[in-house]
């Protein structure tokens, strides 16, 4: 587990509690080590080097971009679009003495300002649900993605989104019927509106890319349950200690269908592979086979 000195923690939760911002509660080690286990152990570069660029795009608070400066020796910009959020993880990351190794870019998803094919790994994480259906997003995240590109968003055609009210098939109605759908369950509050993308979208606008990853962006599943427990830093934060019996044989269940695994996965979370040019026509490269945390152990610098 990640510890940080006391005297740190409090000085980034008074910087957090004068933005008003409703992370005040974090568990900050906790939440860095989530950000490591989940998404840079999982980088299928297996020897990162300063050489290498990795961007964090829609940035939030900079929880990934902070853990990326801490374990890897790469690059990494950070592009966020609100002022303030961009601002306060500035702050965070020279607290946490990494004020040189993060590039912090105003920016959005549609428009990062990042040049051509100028990173190594792109990481969107939970940004997608929040651009509506504007396209825009997958053809700039194509553009300045030169290998690799790891998304997270919910899945649309998924029955229960937890980013959203939670009430089955909230998310698929009008507008306005989900207002009243959500106000009959007491979640007016929890329904914004948010509309989701699905597989056949991301195959459709990510037309120079195939999925590399065997399970969301998993070299497989055992990756994924090599997490628990785990702390979840998303809402008020909360420890995950183990999955269920009927989590564990679903996702297990559906993990051996191939193709039609995204479809039955709460979210969209894939690594993407671009298709390189001078590929044999018609030739496929094997899947990820290095299991992530093997392939970043050696590498993982340890704050």
């Not at 590399?212 to 990756?223: E, G, I």
Request: with cysteine; proline share 7%.
């Amino acid at each position: 587990m990640i510890t940080l000195p006391k005297d740190t923690e409090a000085a980034i939760r008074s910087i957090l509690q004068a933005r008003k911002s409703r992370y005040t509660d974090l568990d900050i080690p906790a939440t860095l080590d989530y950000f490591k286990r989940r998404f840079v152990e999982q980088i299928p570069i297996p020897d990162l080097s300063p050489q290498h660029v990795l961007a964090d795009i829609g940035a939030g608070y900079g929880w990934l971009a902070i853990a990326l400066a801490m374990f890897t020796p790469a690059r990494v910009i950070a592009v966020e679009y609100d002022a303030k959020r961009l601002r306060t993880a500035e702050e965070i990351s020279r607290l946490l003495n990494l004020g040189n190794r993060i590039d912090w870019r105003s920016g959005s998803a549609q428009d990062t300002s990042l040049g051509n094919r100028e990173t190594d790994v792109t990481f969107c994480v939970e940004v997608l649900e929040h651009v509506g259906r504007d396209a825009k997003v997958f053809a700039e995240l194509s553009r300045i993605s030169n290998r690799y590109l790891v998304i997270t968003t919910p899945n649309g055609v998924f029955p229960v989104i937890a980013h959203d009210t939670r009430l089955p098939a909230c998310h698929w109605l009008p507008l306005p019927l989900r207002d009243v759908y959500a106000s009959a369950f007491g979640r007016r509050k929890m329904q914004h509106g948010n509309r989701f993308w699905n597989p056949g979208d991301l195959k459709r606008h990510l037309g120079d890319f195939r999925r590399r990853s065997r399970f969301l962006h998993f070299a497989k599943v055992d990756d994924y349950f090599r997490l628990y427990p785990f702390y979840s830093p998303y809402g008020k934060g909360s420890w995950r200690r183990a999955p269920s019996t009927a989590e564990r044989l679903y996702m297990h269940s559906v993990s051996r269908l191939g193709s039609a695994t995204p479809y039955l996965l709460p979210s969209l979370s894939g690594t993407f592979e671009r298709v390189r040019a001078h590929a044999a026509p018609g030739k496929k490269e094997p899947p990820m086979e290095i299991s992530a945390i093997e392939a970043r152990g050696r590498n993982a610098r340890v704050a």
